[in-house]
């Protein structure tokens, strides 16, 4: 069975740091994995998806790397904006999981404080 | 484009009712997913609809149905709501129900069960 997990559960760093939060799965065989953001009581909003042929995706400040054989992905935010702070959750899509299934971890409280 | 809608975006329920959530895919997107995100947790898998059909279970009671609709919008059911169904209701679509997509979700349906 697959678990996700991420840690810390929470981190609070100074605006202009660069954030590196922590992704890892106990199953390696993913289609993909997805970073998410979710400010308090709303959706998620998609910020990088890495297909398991994938070692890394980048959109503008953020960069994601997947390490699919140790289970593992980092996603790096890039001089840190108080606009940043939200919390991150990660989540894979396994090939032995029901159809359509992405399994998420609890995520990443950040704060970027100014 | 509109993204993906939800409603209601709150709720209130005793429990024993029974619930029902609306969700409107993005324009073109034939997939519909559904996550139930308990407070301090990432969002738990409970069903994939794709042209109508579901393709996609999670590991929840049969108090549990959805159903989509021709104009690919769906609807989710909950009967003899009980106390610990008091969570954030998310929607998700993709275009298709290709592995290499991403999900897009909606704000969610806030429900409490009192």
């Known amino acids: 069975k697959q678990e996700v997990t991420q840690i810390p559960a929470a981190l609070s760093v100074p605006e202009g740091e660069n954030l590196v939060l922590n992704c890892s799965f106990t199953?390696?065989?993913?289609?993909?994995l997805q970073w998410f953001r979710q400010d308090p009581g709303k959706g998620l909003t998609s910020l990088l998806l890495i297909q398991s042929s994938q070692r890394e995706q980048t959109s503008g400040r953020l960069n994601a790397s997947l390490d699919k054989s140790s289970g593992r992905s980092t996603l790096y935010i890039a001089a840190s904006q108080p606009g940043d702070s939200a919390t991150y959750l990660c989540a894979v899509r396994g090939t032995t999981d029901s159809w359509g299934k992405f399994q998420f971890g609890a995520g990443t409280q950040v704060v970027v404080t100014p | 484009d509109a993204g993906v809608t939800q409603s209601p975006t709150h709720l209130i329920k005793t429990r024993g009712q029974q619930v029902t959530l609306r969700c409107s895919p993005i324009?073109?997107?034939?997939?519909v997913s559904w996550y139930q995100q308990v407070l301090g947790q990432g969002p738990q898998f409970i069903f994939q609809?794709?042209?109508?059909?579901?393709?996609g279970r999670g590991n929840f009671p049969d108090r549990f149905s959805a159903r989509q609709f021709p104009n690919y919008s769906s609807e989710l059911n909950v009967n003899a709501l009980l106390l610990g169904d008091s969570a954030l209701y998310l929607c998700?679509?993709?275009?298709?129900?290709?592995?290499?997509?991403?999900?897009?979700f909606g704000s969610g349906t806030q429900l409490s069960v009192l």
């Open positions: 324009s073109g997107h034939k997939s």
């Open positions: 998700a679509s993709s275009l298709t129900q290709s592995t290499n997509e991403k999900l897009f």
């Open positions: 199953d390696s065989a993913i289609y993909n």
């Open positions: 609809y794709y042209e109508k059909e579901e393709r």
